[in-house]
C-alpha cells in the first residue's frame, strides 16, 4: 500500500499550487479520501476530503479556498489550493478510509493508510 503525495512548494501569499496524491496496492475507489496539514509546533488538522460517491468536506478555514477533487481510474487525489494564506504553511498528507461511507471522518486516527507529506511554504 502507497499514498504518494505530491506537488508541495514554495508560493507567495495569493498564489495558488496543485497537490497530487497518487494510490496504489489497494482498491482506491472502496476508500474515502482526505487531506491533512501539520505545521510546525501544532497537531495535524484536518483539511479537506471526499467520499467513495464523491461527496465533499472542508474545514472551515480552506472553504472557498480549496477544491479536493479525485480520479477513480487514475487511483488518484487532488487538492487545488487557491488565495494561499501564510497560515496555510504546512506538511500536506493524504489519507485513505476504507468503507463506503457518506460522510467524512475528520479524526486522522479512523484513517488506514496515509503518504508521506509534501511542504508548502506560503511566503507573505
Known amino acids: 500500500v502507497q499514498l504518494q503525495a505530491s506537488g508541495g512548494g514554495l508560493v507567495q501569499a495569493g498564489g495558488s499550487l496543485r497537490l497530487s496524491c497518487a494510490a496504489s496496492?489497494?482498491?482506491?475507489?472502496?476508500?474515502?479520501i482526505a487531506w491533512f496539514r501539520q505545521a510546525p509546533g501544532k497537531q495535524r488538522e484536518f483539511v479537506a476530503g471526499?467520499?467513495?460517491?464523491?461527496?465533499?468536506d472542508y474545514a472551515d478555514s480552506v472553504s472557498g479556498r480549496f477544491t479536493i477533487s479525485r480520479h477513480n481510474a487514475y487511483n488518484s487525489l487532488y487538492l487545488q489550493m487557491d488565495s494561499l494564506k501564510s497560515e496555510d504553511t504546512a506538511v500536506y498528507y493524504c489519507?485513505?478510509?476504507?468503507?463506503?461511507?457518506?460522510?467524512?471522518?475528520?479524526?486522522?486516527?479512523?484513517?488506514?493508510?496515509w503518504g508521506q507529506g509534501t511542504q508548502v511554504t506560503v511566503s507573505s
Open positions: 496496492g489497494f482498491t482506491f475507489d472502496d476508500y474515502a
Open positions: 471526499v467520499t467513495t460517491g464523491g461527496t465533499t
Open positions: 489519507a485513505a478510509d476504507r468503507g463506503r461511507k457518506t460522510s467524512l471522518p475528520r479524526g486522522q486516527s479512523q484513517y488506514d493508510y
